[in-house]
């Protein structure tokens, strides 16, 4: 079956880019597509932003200036940076399938960032 | 945005007796050329990610017992658990995702009474 896993760094200074992998396995990023979420320790969730297999993009608008997510088919994997990061930032970072019409029906486990110097 | 706003906040419930936990969305998620509102629930438990339970409104996901059953159309949703089980304890969150940026409620702690 699909599963998600998220890569990269816990701790990021602030003012820097935050930087996540998602790699899918078990089947193909295509014909999908797939999103950042984001959750606060004790808090709700924020839906960040999603990727269509072909690179078409949709982000938050609350996140936008400083959001980027991208997709490489080739890898099965899409990525999620961050930039200018401030401790408002600090959360737990969710790849999932769905956006598009679609609910997030498969997640990975998370990766929790945290935001200091 | 569309606000989802989830009722209770926190509720006790005894085991094998009925959950109930609302949702209500600031505007409409029903898109009438298909006649399906762009609603789900998802279960989370503490260490795990979200679990989808619910899509459309009243879908159940595979795997997801049938105690579980969504209903509701518009702007007015509803989770029902028919018999509460121990492993049901979580926070439960209900999502819109008829228009970006996709909102969720802000959840409903489930414990037992």
């Known amino acids: 079956q699909v599963q998600l896993q998220e890569s990269g760094p816990g701790l990021v200074k602030p003012s820097e880019t935050l930087s996540l992998t998602c790699t899918v396995s078990?089947?193909?990023?295509?014909?999908?597509?797939w999103s950042w979420i984001r959750q606060p320790p004790g808090r709700g969730l924020e839906w960040i932003g999603y990727?269509?297999?072909?690179?078409?993009?949709n982000y938050n608008p609350s996140l936008k200036s400083r959001v980027t997510i991208s997709v490489d088919t080739s890898k099965d994997q899409f990525s999620l940076k961050l930039s200018s990061v401030t401790a408002a930032d600090t959360a737990f970072y969710y790849c999932?399938?769905?956006?598009?019409?679609?609910?997030?029906?498969?997640w990975g486990q998370g990766t929790m960032v945290t935001v200091s110097s | 945005d569309i606000v989802m706003i989830q009722s209770p906040d926190s509720l006790a419930v005894s085991l094998g007796e009925r959950a109930t936990i609302n949702c209500k969305s600031s505007?409409?998620?029903?898109?009438?050329?298909?006649?399906?509102?762009?609603l789900a629930w998802y279960q989370q438990k503490p260490g795990q990610p979200p679990k989808l339970l619910i899509y459309?409104?009243?879908t159940r996901e595979s795997g997801v017992p049938d105690r579980f059953s969504g209903s509701g159309s518009g702007t007015d949703f509803t989770l029902t658990i028919s018999s509460l089980q121990a492993e049901d304890v979580a926070v439960y969150y209900c999502?819109?995702?008829?228009?970006?940026?996709?909102?969720f409620g802000q959840g409903t702690k489930l414990e037992i009474k």
């Open positions: 999932a399938r769905g956006g598009g019409w679609y609910a997030f029906d498969i």
């Open positions: 999502q819109q995702y008829y228009s970006t940026p996709y909102t």
């Open positions: 505007q409409s998620v029903l898109y009438s050329s298909n006649n399906r509102d762009y």
């Open positions: 990727v269509f297999y072909s690179g078409s993009t």
């Open positions: 078990g089947g193909s990023i295509s014909s999908y597509y």
């Open positions: 459309w409104a009243s």
